[in-house]
């Protein structure tokens, strides 16, 4: 039996009869902690760390490592990043047993970790994710009003 077998199982905050492979999406990703990773705010503006600009690479080339994903929108905060992201799973390839959500995000969060690593850069992510499915229209104005803000 390992340590695993006796940790309670963590319910899953993902809406069980959604598939997460088809819809648009408000996403937040945190940093372990919260931790400053992604850079600092100076004068009112983002300035990027290291690590902030390749994420900030990383989330510009989504689309060309997941033709199924497009990210509408998105800010890089120190700790963390909001990200709207449309998946069309008219797109993916078949097979796929994660949600194609999960696989994108998975995807960004592991190549961040990887080029953090190689570089011997200090970085962790928090290990999951917030989503919330955008129902409608006023929904995701409000959402991107939000991100717009920041």
Same mark, same amino acid.
Request: proline share 3%; net charge positive.
């Given at each position: +039996?390992?340590?695993?077998? &006796?940790?309670?199982?963590?319910?899953?905050?993902? !809406?069980?009869?959604?598939?997460?492979?088809?819809?648009?999406?408000?996403?937040?990703?945190?940093?372990?902690?919260?931790?400053?990773?992604?850079?600092? !705010?100076?004068?009112?503006?983002?300035?990027?760390?290291? !690590?902030?600009?390749?994420?900030?690479?990383?989330?510009?080339?989504?689309?060309?490592?997941?033709?199924?994903?497009?990210?509408?929108?998105?800010?890089? +905060?120190?700790?963390? =990043?909001?990200? !709207?992201?449309?998946?069309?799973?008219?797109?993916?390839?078949?097979?796929?047993? %994660?949600?194609?959500?999960? =696989?994108?995000?998975?995807? +960004?969060?592991?190549?961040?970790?990887?080029?953090?690593?190689? &570089?011997?850069?200090?970085?962790?992510?928090?290990? %999951?994710?917030?989503?919330?499915?955008?129902?409608?229209?006023?929904?995701? %104005?409000?959402?991107?009003?939000?991100?717009?803000?920041?």
């Amino acid at each position: +039996m390992n340590n695993a077998d &006796n940790m309670p199982k963590r319910k899953s905050p993902r !809406i069980r009869y959604h598939s997460y492979s088809q819809g648009i999406y408000f996403v937040t990703i945190c940093t372990q902690d919260k931790r400053h990773y992604f850079g600092v !705010i100076k004068n009112g503006e983002m300035c990027l760390s290291r !690590i902030g600009e390749f994420l900030d690479d990383n989330i510009k080339a989504i689309h060309s490592h997941n033709d199924y994903a497009d990210i509408l929108l998105y800010v890089i +905060m120190p700790n963390h =990043v909001h990200m !709207i992201v449309a998946i069309d799973d008219s797109k993916s390839p078949e097979g796929k047993k %994660r949600s194609l959500l999960s =696989v994108v995000i998975g995807g +960004m969060k592991q190549m961040v970790t990887i080029f953090a690593r190689r &570089n011997n850069i200090e970085f962790a992510w928090q290990t %999951r994710f917030h989503d919330h499915i955008i129902r409608n229209g006023d929904d995701g %104005r409000k959402i991107t009003e939000y991100i717009r803000i920041i």
